[in-house]
């Protein structure tokens, strides 16, 4: 079935501030096959991709279910769009496979039996390739469908037919994204959606993201979901940055949901806040206000109409069922209430979730956490693990090419107290593959924990762990490395994984890179700075204050007050609570001009109204804890 969905101007707007560029998708997504096996999630995935692009001012073409004739009819729609469009996109979810090095879809309609039956049944990528040419802006083709040739015994044993798809060279200003890297098969998903498209529709509205950027995101999360066994892999020769939603930047997802909720001042809020990030930086003052109502701050803003904005922007963002409930409660006139209920309908309930899903959310560990899954403290783990262990067990029999269900499934047997069992399942899980098996594995060798001591198999586990992708392999080789712990150092080879861990997406790799060039050992001292903004953007809140610090004093940059003022009210907002007390308790410890820039920012979001002067007091304390609970506003921080 093929739609053509026309986007309300209002809409698009709306969502990514003044939006001049014209932006066309076609997106299809096959599921019920005729003559091959039919795929669960592709007519979701291509459902849910269409609505989101539509919110970020796409007109989108979707085929749902398409038959050959379909697609080549939305080719023609499609074509004759991009030929006046900014931004072209293609997205296609479900069966594909590769010949010779060429690539082809696959509609639900194909019936092969032998190679001959290519042209007629099957859509070349060079087809959409052809219509996209056309348009004289960035060309963007996202494919998840690299899972194994559907054809099996008709077509296995034909010359050239391989598994998974192959990499596609580009022309100027195209960009292709796989769902896995060339040649692999990527996983269908255990919920609604593909692992891919899951972690696509939780990064695709993050303000301000280049796509690369987003890209090293979706990676992450797919990498950390699957136990290292896909990776999406993208070949770009664009030539200028693309962000799919242009606001200005603004806080983590964590860190804005706190924002809100403080703001709010609504105890639904904030316990959503501490079920969804129990070790967050926020923990401690959510669980005190839970516990007794009240805390020695000012919350609450006037506008409830950017309110509304602000809660919308974060349930979109988060695909969140309880904030997008929320919202629609709490405004059911509001701009955007009609929206919220279309992307309600598309987001399950928790009661309909998957062993798969539930497996995920009880028993992730901290270090693999997602966009969509921040994670289970081993302590919290301990009261659910029975209910754990039920539901990995069920995700590892109905996804038995998943290990990373069984490394799950180790780690809630090893919350329950049955150690024994859980080091088998970590062994069965590492010898298949998982990376978190085999970090774990490794940890308990390196401990004797349950194990004999042997540091020589950590170290094997290690490398290999390493080898496959797994940052805290890299990063916990890179210490000991550094620090001759199993040899004599190697701060070379060290450097070299914790660039490679870097450039994997990990931001405490990114951080360390800074320490390194803060100090002399690589790069120069203005590439530091460069390390921390970006380690501070990924998560690693500490990187604020260091970023800032080089800015305040000029080490090796240029002193830039404006900009460090910004970094460090970023950082008030997303740490701990470590910067905000040192602001207020030491405030000798920064340059006069860079708290009076502080101050000026503040007090243009209306927070601050005493003097201008770099100096401490009563109202600067006040407005900085405003700022922090719930005051946060992206439009004050200017250079």
């Known amino acids: 079935m093929l739609r053509l969905i ?13 939006l001049a ?22 007519i979701n995935d291509a459902l849910d991709i269409s609505v989101a692009l539509e919110g970020l001012g796409f007109d989108v073409i979707l085929g749902s279910d398409a038959t050959m004739e379909e697609m080549q009819t939305g080719i023609r729609h499609f074509t ?5 469009a900014d931004v072209v996109l293609f997205y296609y979810a479900g069966h594909g496979f590769q010949v010779s ?48 040739n559907p054809f099996g015994v008709g077509m296995e044993s034909v010359p050239g037919v391989d598994t998974g798809l192959a990499r596609v060279g580009t022309e100027a ?11 692999n098969v990527a996983y269908d998903g255990m919920g609604r959606n593909s692992f891919f498209t899951e972690a696509m529709l939780n990064h695709i509205y993050t303000p301000g993201q280049d796509l690369s950027e987003l890209m090293v995101s979706v990676r992450r999360d797919v990498l950390a979901a699957t136990g290292g066994r896909q990776i999406p892999w993208e070949n770009s020769s664009l030539t200028r940055l693309f962000a799919f939603d242009q606001s200005p930047e603004t806080v983590s997802e964590e860190t804005m949901l706190y924002q809100v909720a403080a703001a709010e001042k609504d105890t639904g809020l904030l316990q959503l806040y501490i079920d969804k990030y129990p070790e967050g930086s926020h923990a401690e003052d959510v669980l005190a206000f839970l516990e007794t109502g009240t805390r020695t701050r000012t919350l609450g803003l006037v506008d409830e109409k950017a309110e509304a904005a602000r809660l919308w922007q974060l349930a979109r963002r988060s695909r969140s069922r ?10 059911p006139d509001g701009e955007d209430a009609a929206a919220a209920q279309r992307l309600l309908a598309l987001i399950p309930r928790t009661e309909d979730s998957t062993p798969g899903g539930i497996c995920e959310r009880l028993a992730t560990h901290p270090r693999d956490a997602t966009a969509a899954n921040s994670g289970v403290p081993f302590a919290r783990l301990r009261e659910n693990a029975l209910t754990a262990i039920q539901a990995c067990s069920a995700a590892a029999v109905q996804s038995p090419e998943l290990p990373h269900y069984t490394a799950l499934l180790a780690r809630a047997t090893a919350a329950s107290g049955d150690l024994d069992r859980a080091i088998q399942l970590y062994k069965s899980a590492s010898d298949r593959g998982d990376l978190r098996a085999m970090v774990s594995l490794a940890q308990l060798h390196e401990s004797g924990t349950g194990l004999p001591q042997d540091p020589a198999m950590a170290q094997m586990l290690y490398e290999r762990a390493a080898d496959a992708g797994s940052h805290d392999a890299m990063i916990n080789l890179a210490v000991a490395l550094f620090n001759g712990d199993r040899g004599e150092p190697d701060p070379e080879r060290a450097i070299a994984l914790l660039r490679k861990a870097a450039e994997g997406g990990s931001p405490k790799a990114v951080f ?36 800032a610090i080089l800015l305040d004093e000029g080490r090796g940059v240029p002193r830039d007050p404006d900009r460090a003022a910004n970094l460090l009210l970023r950082g008030v907002a997303e740490d701990r609570g470590a910067l905000i007390k040192q602001l207020t308790e030491a405030t000798n410890e920064w340059s006069r001009d860079t708290i009076m820039a502080v101050q000026e920012r503040l007090k243009a979001a209306g927070f601050y109204a005493s003097a201008v ?11 900085l804890t405003r700022w922090r609970n719930g005051g946060f506003n992206a439009d004050v921080l200017v250079n």
Do not use: H
């Not at 076609?26 to 091959?36: D, L, P, R, T």
């Not at 002067?613 to 407005?623: K, Y």
């Open 173 to 183: 200003d195209f960009m292709f994204v796989y769902a896995t890297q060339p040649d």
């Open 512 to 547: 360390n890179l800074g320490v390194l060039a803060q100090d002399g050992v690589i790069d120069t001292p203005e590439a530091a700075l460069t390390y921390f903004e970006r380690a501070a953007k990924d998560g690693e809140a500490e990187s604020y204050r260091a970023s």
């Open 6 to 18: 026309a986007v309300c101007l209002f809409w698009a707007l709306g969502v990514t501030g003044a």
């Open 80 to 84: 004759e769009r991009a030929a006046t």
């Open 21 to 42: 560029e014209s932006r066309v998708a076609f997106v299809v997504g096959n599921s019920a096959y005729a003559s091959v096996s039919p795929l669960e999630n592709p």
């Open 322 to 331: 309880q904030l997008l409930e929320y919202y629609v409660e709490t405004y």
């Open 101 to 148: 090095g060429q690539n082809y879809l696959v509609p639900v309609d194909a019936q092969l039996s032998s190679i001959e039956d290519l042209q007629d049944q099957t859509l070349p990528v060079t087809d959409i390739m052809s219509a996209m040419q056309a348009s004289p802006g960035i060309k963007l083709v996202f494919l998840d469908a690299c899972r194994d």
């Open 613 to 623: 002067d770099g100096l401490p007091g009563p109202n600067f304390t006040s407005a």
